[in-house]
Nanobody, 127 residues
C-alpha cells in the first residue's frame, strides 16, 4: 500500500473532520498529494492538493475557507482539515499523489492527476 487514507466518519452539519493520507515512502517522493471526492451519483472532483516542491496549496471553490490541506513530512502524511461541513460534502474521499509534475488545462482548480491512489474513506455529513 503506497497511500493510506483515514479519518472519515459521520458528523453533523457544521462539524469538523480531519482526513489523513500517509505515504508508505516519503511524501517528498511525490510532486503533489491531495484529495478527490465522489458523491453518490456524481463524478469525481478534485478537492484540494499541495505541491510538494514549495507547499503551494489548491482548493476547489466550494471548500475554500472551510478546508485546509497541510503536510507533516516527518510523518510522511498530508492532512485535510474539514470545518463547517455541509451535507453536500458527503462523499467518499480519496487520497492521491502524482509522481511527476503534470500539465493541466488552464484554470484547473486542483492540479492533481493521481498516479497513485489510496483507498477511499467515507465522509457522511448529516443535516
Amino acid at each position: 500500500v503506497q497511500l493510506q487514507a483515514s479519518g472519515g466518519g459521520l458528523v453533523q452539519a457544521g462539524g469538523s473532520l480531519r482526513l489523513s493520507c500517509t505515504a508508505s515512502g516519503f511524501t517528498s517522493d511525490y510532486s503533489a498529494i491531495g484529495w478527490f471526492r465522489q458523491a453518490p451519483g456524481k463524478g469525481r472532483e478534485g478537492v484540494s492538493s499541495v505541491r510538494m516542491s514549495d507547499g503551494r496549496t489548491y482548493y476547489m471553490e466550494d471548500v475554500k475557507g472551510r478546508f485546509t490541506i497541510s503536510r507533516d513530512d516527518a510523518k510522511n502524511t498530508v492532512y485535510l482539515q474539514m470545518n463547517s461541513l455541509k451535507s453536500e460534502d458527503t462523499a467518499v474521499y480519496y487520497c492521491a499523489a502524482d509522481r511527476t509534475r503534470k500539465a493541466h488545462p488552464w484554470g484547473t482548480a486542483v492540479p492533481l492527476f493521481g498516479d497513485v491512489w489510496g483507498q477511499g474513506t467515507l465522509v457522511t455529513v448529516s443535516s
